[in-house]
């Protein structure tokens, strides 16, 4: 009796170890949904009967029916790159309403990935649109019931479009070794996240591009996802953030505490979260590129990010369109590389802020960047000054329509030397009833150098009558002497070190210290 006793709680405690190393998800294979999924396989899978987008050699899959325990089978030894058919056979119970546990180990080889779709980015009308080959029965499955001790090689796609999933896992995946979770949660709707996923390692992933994105799902479920367990998520090592939370509608949960040091493209990262309004001004955006859409349509949107550094960034184009509730000062950014902003703050219908300390030096688009904004007279003259008086504000610009923008009368000179002097299109403004004091019209804002340091050019600002310059070493020995073209001073010949510049002007000398990199 006591070594009948012993082997089963031996078996008992085998079965527990081995559930533990398995990835095990439940599976509905009579569910109908809406839209179907049409799966790149020989057949679509019957109501038995289901594709498991498994990648691995000679890994093992066990199945059985919930509720039905006998009614079970295992495949040793399978080998797949996309897919394989699992069949279930005849239902025990409910054939219809029938579900599935299915077990996955490493078998006698190993398992890798599962990757329900592989997408083609097609470029549309300023976003892209995945066009999806489908590998999986993302409408036959309904849950993650537990990672396992499968070491993953990537979570890109892994459940993308699976429209039931739900996430009842309490441990974590291994994602030591993971980069890219691209897709992983796309096209999720019902998904609501677990607090396990506050423990999970994200520490190596570089792509978040599209994670829980559900801007182009053509379902028709609500959106479900709010989940404040990704908060606390450890993001140094990421540097694309694009679409993330695209279309993620209620998701309204803080993310402050990333690190987004790396990240170079935020595009369309919150773009219509119609619930989004949290802070995010902890966040260092030094290495930032992109962020195009980035608050698209978001009604509720009026958070402070002033702070942020916007130096690298070349789009900024549709950034804060529809965000009716935002009205925060932007005026510190430096936006000296923005080639794009246009439609910038387009219906945004509370903004009333000054850009007169603005640097479009690279502006090429500006079509509708402030139309239908309630931007005041005070406001616009002021950035109608600022951008006139500043040498280095682009040529040949089509602001567009500025409507329902007014100006003061005494800054009619300022909006007519964009137009007639740098080559603007400016439509829709009207002559206020505000006035500015001289004080704000004269340019009096003091010159300066930039980038600095800097390793192949200096561009000089708001430095007038310029004739000449001269660089010198900290000894004041004579290394470079010439005329200012452009507002440009070439260094390229320049050894690293510290020198100091000398712009010669009509009544004086200008002295500026600068790093040659």
């Not at 995946?173 to 993971?178: E, K």
């Not at 195009?292 to 550094?309: A, D, G, T, V, Y």
């Amino acid at each position: 009796m006591k070594k009948l006793l012993l082997i089963t709680i031996c078996i008992f405690f085998f079965q527990f170890l081995r559930a533990q190393n398995e990835f095990i998800t439940i599976w509905q294979p009579g569910l109908v949904s809406n839209p179907i999924v049409t799966v790149d396989a020989p057949f679509q899978a019957n109501s038995n009967q289901i594709w498991f987008p498994g990648n691995g050699e000679n890994y093992t899959i066990e199945w059985e029916e919930i509720g039905y325990p006998l009614h079970n089978g295992i495949m040793t030894n399978v080998t797949s790159t996309n897919q394989v058919l699992v069949d279930f056979g005849t239902s025990s119970g409910d054939s219809s309403g029938a579900t599935y546990r299915v077990k996955v180990s490493n078998g006698n080889g190993i398992f890798r990935q599962i990757k329900f779709g592989t997408a083609q980015l097609f470029p549309a009308a300023e976003m892209l649109i995945p066009i999806w080959q489908m590998f999986g029965s993302a409408d036959k499955i309904l849950a993650v019931e537990h990672w396992g001790d499968i070491s993953w090689v990537s979570m890109n796609s892994a459940f993308t479009n699976c429209q039931s999933l739900q996430l009842t896992a309490t441990d974590s995946p291994n994602l030591s070794a993971v980069t890219d979770v691209s897709f992983m949660f796309f096209g999720t709707p019902q998904f609501t996240g677990a607090p396990s996923m506050q423990n999970w390692n994200t520490s190596q992933v570089k792509n978040f591009s599209f994670m829980f994105s559900c801007l182009s799902s053509t379902s028709n479920i609500p959106h479900q996802f709010n989940s404040p367990f990704i908060g606390s998520w450890n993001t140094s090592s990421a540097t694309n953030m694009s679409y993330m939370l695209a279309g993620r509608t209620v998701f309204n949960q803080s993310v402050n505490n990333w690190d987004v040091s790396k990240v170079t493209n935020m595009a369309w990262m919150f773009g219509q979260c119609m619930s989004f309004n949290k802070q995010l001004d902890n966040w260092d955006t030094s290495s930032l590129q992109d962020m195009h859409f980035m608050f698209h349509m978001i009604p509720l949107f009026n958070q402070p990010l002033n702070m942020w550094n916007t130096a690298n960034v070349t789009d900024m184009a549709h950034v804060f369109h529809g965000c009716t509730s935002f009205n925060q000062n932007l005026n510190s950014w430096n936006v000296s590389n923005v080639t794009r902003i246009n439609t910038f703050l387009t219906d945004a219908s509370s903004y009333n802020q000054s850009f007169e300390n603005w640097n479009l030096a690279s502006v090429s688009n500006a079509s509708g960047m402030i139309v239908n904004t309630a931007i005041d007279c005070n406001n616009y003259s002021k950035t109608l000054v600022g951008w006139a008086n500043n040498p280095t504000t682009a040529n040949n610009v089509n602001l567009g329509s500025t409507m329902p923008a007014k100006y003061a009368s005494n800054v009619v000179s300022k909006r007519d030397f964009l137009i007639n002097n740098k080559n603007w299109i400016i439509a829709g403004d009207t002559v206020g009833s505000c006035f500015l004091a001289t004080s704000e019209i004269k340019n009096t804002k003091k010159g300066s150098i930039y980038p600095n340091p800097a390793k192949y050019n200096i561009h000089t600002e708001h430095i007038h009558d310029a004739e000449k310059y001269r660089i010198v070493d900290p000894s004041g020995r004579l290394l470079k002497e010439g005329k200012i073209e452009n507002e440009i001073i070439n260094i390229s010949n320049l050894s690293k070190g510290n020198y100091i510049l000398q712009i010669v002007t009509k009544d004086k000398i200008q002295t500026y210290k600068f790093i040659k990199e």
